[in-house]
């Protein structure tokens, strides 16, 4: 019935995963004597697109309660990671491993993949050596190697023209809007989602966009900036349409709502002067107030910081 209604809007791509999830937990059966046969891309897909039945807080084993929410990877990275474009997993081992400012390290993808756990998942990170690490890593190195066997045109991203951010401060009121307008039909009207099944270890169809169950303030997805360029890029889903007006005022009303804390935020960032304009938590190397930071208008930071750099 689910898959139906997805078709009638013409959300294909979720039709296909909630297909690929019928058969739920029976997918993988993890022994509890993990062993090398199970560390395979196969798991590591299955992670990424049903990480709440197998990570998730539901999970009966305690001790395998890594993720916080009940969201999935895929609930970002569409198509399991396949889809080109905005956050797709096909090119991540092009880039890394590579310097984090926010770490104020060299990372790799394991580091990127408890980034994710830690702070989109608002869970806990995965020991380095554990079969579940050692999958999902496996699969998103698996993918570098399929983009490579790919030709031009699967390559190509099918998006609308990139985000530009407005010469101005977000709007929340419009923002608000937007979002009856144009994501309330899945988010719903309270931004909470859709669940998948009344089994809350099925996580959801829809995912939240704030509250309990959503990213944390720690997040990528928790500046404007990024989540307006992922609005712009994909959402609606299977039919974007909302102009950069659009996408950056329910980008900041999304992000204006509660949802978990992250501890320790002031540590990221060891370098303040890397930290982006639309981070939405301090310190900072600049005296433009909080609200501007979260909400712009960005273009006097962003001088600011390029006056900086050229030490004029």
């Not at 090398?36 to 990424?48: K, S």
């Not at 959503?214 to 712009?232: P, Q, Y």
């Not at 433009?288 to 390029?306: M, N, S, T, V």
Request: a positive charge; charged letters at 25%.
């Amino acid at each position: 019935m689910v898959i139906v209604a997805c078709c009638a809007f013409g959300f294909t791509l979720v039709a296909i995963t909630l297909l690929l999830w019928r058969d739920g937990p029976l997918l993988m059966t993890v022994s509890n004597t993990k062993s090398a046969a199970i560390v395979t891309e196969a798991y590591g897909r299955r992670l990424i697109m049903q990480t709440s039945q197998l990570l998730g807080p539901d999970v009966g084993d305690p001790k395998m309660r890594y993720s916080g929410s009940r969201l999935n990877c895929a609930s970002c990275h569409l198509g399991v990671g396949t889809e080109p474009g905005t956050l797709t997993l096909l090119l991540v081992t092009e880039h890394y491993p590579r310097f984090s400012a926010r770490q104020g390290v060299k990372t790799d993808i394991e580091d990127r993949v408890n980034e994710c756990m830690t702070r989109s998942m608002n869970g806990r990170a995965l020991p380095r050596n554990s079969p579940e690490m050692m999958a999902m890593a496996a699969y998103i190195r698996s993918l570098g190697n399929l983009n490579q066997t790919m030709g031009a045109s699967m390559r190509q991203a099918h998006e609308p023209s990139a985000f530009k951010t407005p010469n101005r401060a977000a709007k929340l009121d419009a923002g608000k809007k937007v979002f009856a307008e144009k994501c309330a039909e899945c988010h719903r009207d309270n931004g909470q989602g859709l669940r998948a099944s009344t089994d809350p270890k099925r996580g959801y169809v829809f995912p939240p966009l704030w509250g309990p169950d959503s990213f944390n303030d720690g997040a990528g997805m928790h500046r404007v900036l990024t989540a307006a360029r992922f609005i712009k890029a994909r959402m609606p889903i299977g039919k974007p349409d909302l102009t950069d007006d659009q996408s950056f005022d329910v980008a900041a009303y999304i992000n204006s709502e509660p949802r978990p804390e992250m501890p320790s935020l002031e540590q990221d960032y060891p370098d303040r002067k890397t930290k982006p304009v639309d981070n939405g938590y301090g310190p900072f190397a600049d005296s433009f107030p909080l609200k501007q930071h979260q909400y712009g208008p960005f273009a006097p930071i962003e001088a600011f910081y390029k006056q900086k750099k050229s030490g004029k």
